[in-house]
Antibody, heavy 121, light 110 residues
Framework: EVQLLESGGGLVQPGGTLRLSCAALGLDFSKYAMGWVRQAPGKGLEWVSHVSASGGRSYYTDSVKGRFSISSDASNNILFLQMSSLRAEDTATYYC???????????????WGQGTLVTVS | QSVLTQPPSVSGALGQRVTISCTGSASNIGAGYDLNWYQQLPGAAPKLLFFGFNNRASGVPARFSASKSGASASLAITGLQTEDEADYYCQSHDRRRGVVFGGGTKVTVL
């Protein structure tokens, strides 16, 4: 069964750092763009970042540019989100997502993990 | 405020038809970018329903349909079931902001 398993969430103080991981099981990582979508408690979905299948192109929402960095370990099928200078407004459940496509700025997220909660307080 | 505008809530009786609108602009849907729909059941992760405006994802029941009109899109549920109670989100690409989601619509079965 293909699935995405996130880890690394937790409680962190404002200004702190955290690294989220996403293990892609049963999936050929090198074939798809991957990314992160977050959801603040009781709020809607917000795209955070995604990276092309090759890892050559990455995209970020404006509010996290310069603070978050997306990367991947293709040999182990793991996606990362390095978060720094965290703010209270970054508090959310972070979902790892798989794109139907290999690359490009348009996305279709056809597989979602169960999410990992990040609390900045 | 979301770039894609959805009604906060819609409701309908069991078996009825409900529609959810998603209104964009010339910088996203109107610019020719695709529109996708997701369903989020209570306490669960979102799930893809439709991609490319009206392409049904695997396993999505036929009572769900989707369409596009200009810079707007719609999701319809015909024959509303209790298990359809969920939040629904539209998603596209915006020239200025990248990947964007609508604010979400809560569907309630009366």
């Amino acid at each position: 069964e293909v699935q995405l398993l996130e880890s690394g969430g937790g409680l962190v103080q404002p200004g702190g750092t955290l690294r989220l991981s996403c293990a892609a099981l049963g999936l050929d990582f090198s074939k798809y763009a991957m990314g992160w979508v977050r959801q603040a408690p009781g709020k809607g979905l917000e795209w955070v970042s995604h990276v092309s299948a090759s890892g050559g192109r990455s995209y970020y929402t404006d509010s996290v540019k310069g603070r978050f960095s997306i990367s991947s370990d293709a040999s182990n099928n793991i996606l990362f989100l390095q978060m720094s200078s965290l703010r209270a407004e970054d508090t959310a459940t972070y979902y790892c997502v798989k794109d139907r496509r290999q690359s490009g700025s348009e996305c279709v997220f056809d597989l979602w993990g169960q999410g990992t909660l990040v609390t900045v307080s | 405020q979301s770039v894609l505008t959805q009604p906060p809530s819609v409701s309908g009786a069991l078996g009825q038809r409900v529609t959810i609108s998603c209104t964009g602009s010339a910088s996203n849907i109107g610019a020719g970018y695709d529109l996708n729909w997701y369903q989020q059941l209570p306490g669960a992760a979102p799930k893809l329903l439709f991609f490319g405006f009206n392409n049904r994802a695997s396993g999505v029941p036929a009572r769900f349909s989707a369409s596009k009109s200009g810079a707007s899109a719609s999701l319809a549920i015909t024959g509303l079931q209790t298990e359809d109670e969920a939040d629904y989100y539209c998603q596209s690409h915006d020239r200025r902001r990248g990947v964007v989601f609508g604010g979400g619509t809560k569907v309630t079965v009366l």
